[in-house]
């Protein structure tokens, strides 16, 4: 059952268009991804979503609601974590709980909610004083506390060490074991990967494809693997381009790379012994995510992030 439907969303700012013909939908209870580089047309997109910004044209459906007309009862549903969201430095955590409940007509348990995020011994602790980790996770907290259906989380991780962003993934996933539904924005392709039952690719304000991230990557090659490897002597490329399992091999400043499927590392690393050919350093890489990005839009989402 679907608790988003979004259809030909459009949003410009002047000459620059921010959201072009964006059309998606999120099933209940699912972690729903919209993944893409920064200035993508993410944040604006979900920002429509939530009812924090009016679209040009288009239609958007929150549990049944259109969150230009029913905006008051979208946010009595939803929770909304910012891109970039601030508290006062000196408000204690425990008096943004009360705030925040207090918008609310049946809160969660402020003190439970703490306790699940570990932020229990920091009640009295001022805003400026938490750590990056720590401020993240008060922020699912306050998106947490009105306990609502969506729970729309913009670019959670950015900024925390490796520990904390994965510490936070967990928590994520905690959220959708809840019985809520997760809506993530991120340009973090592990993070997409890790987490999200489904994605829409976003670049240049368009979903450019919408599928599980397995589905993504089964349309790279086939879904296939990579062996990256040094060799001892140099060798016709021949010899692993006849193999059935290759489908290409590449060659770096240093390295010899050679993408494939079936058995492939029993067929190259054979085939190579026969001619006393050693792959030095070799390295296995099931094709990901980031090479779907690639294949689907031409470019990679880490250097343009």
């Known amino acids: 059952m679907a608790v988003i439907e979004v259809a030909n969303l459009h949003k410009r700012y002047g000459d620059q268009v921010a959201v072009d013909d964006v059309s998606f939908t999120v099933e209940r209870g699912e972690i729903f991804g919209i993944l893409g580089p ?45 891109q970039k969201s601030e508290l006062p430095e000196k408000m204690r955590v425990a008096e943004a709980m009360d705030l925040y409940s207090s918008f609310y007509p049946n809160p969660a348990d402020g003190d439970k909610l703490l306790d699940d995020l570990g932020l229990t011994s920091k009640r009295r602790t001022p805003f400026k004083k938490l750590s990056g980790g720590q401020q993240q996770r008060l922020a699912i907290a306050l998106a947490l506390v009105g306990n609502p259906e969506i729970a729309f989380l913009d670019e959670l991780t950015t900024g925390l060490d490796p520990q ?133 839009t031409g470019r990679r989402l880490v250097e343009e992030s």
């Open 38 to 82: 920064n200035g993508a047309g993410k944040t604006t997109t979900v920002e429509c979503v939530e009812g924090l910004r009016v679209p040009d044209s288009g239609s958007i459906s929150v549990l049944g609601f259109d969150p230009r007309q029913d905006g008051w009862e979208v946010r009595r549903r939803v929770g909304v974590q910012l």
């Open 164 to 296: 904390a962003r994965r510490d936070t993934w967990q928590l994520v996933e905690q959220i959708r074991d809840r019985g809520v539904t997760v809506v993530l924005v991120t340009h973090f392709m592990e993070e997409a990967e890790r987490l999200c039952d489904r994605l829409a690719l976003v670049d240049a304000g368009r979903v450019v494809a919408l599928d599980t991230p397995a589905g993504l990557v089964s349309r790279v090659d086939g879904g296939g693997q990579r062996l990256r490897f040094r060799a001892s002597v140099d060798f016709d490329d021949r010899l692993l381009t006849d193999l059935p399992e290759v489908t290409s091999v590449a060659h770096t400043a240093s390295q010899v790379v050679v993408t494939g499927n079936g058995n492939l590392l029993h067929a190259v690393s054979s085939t190579l012994a026969s001619r006393n050919v050693v792959p030095l350093d070799l390295r296995i890489e099931q094709t990901n995510l980031e090479d779907a990005f690639v294949a689907l």
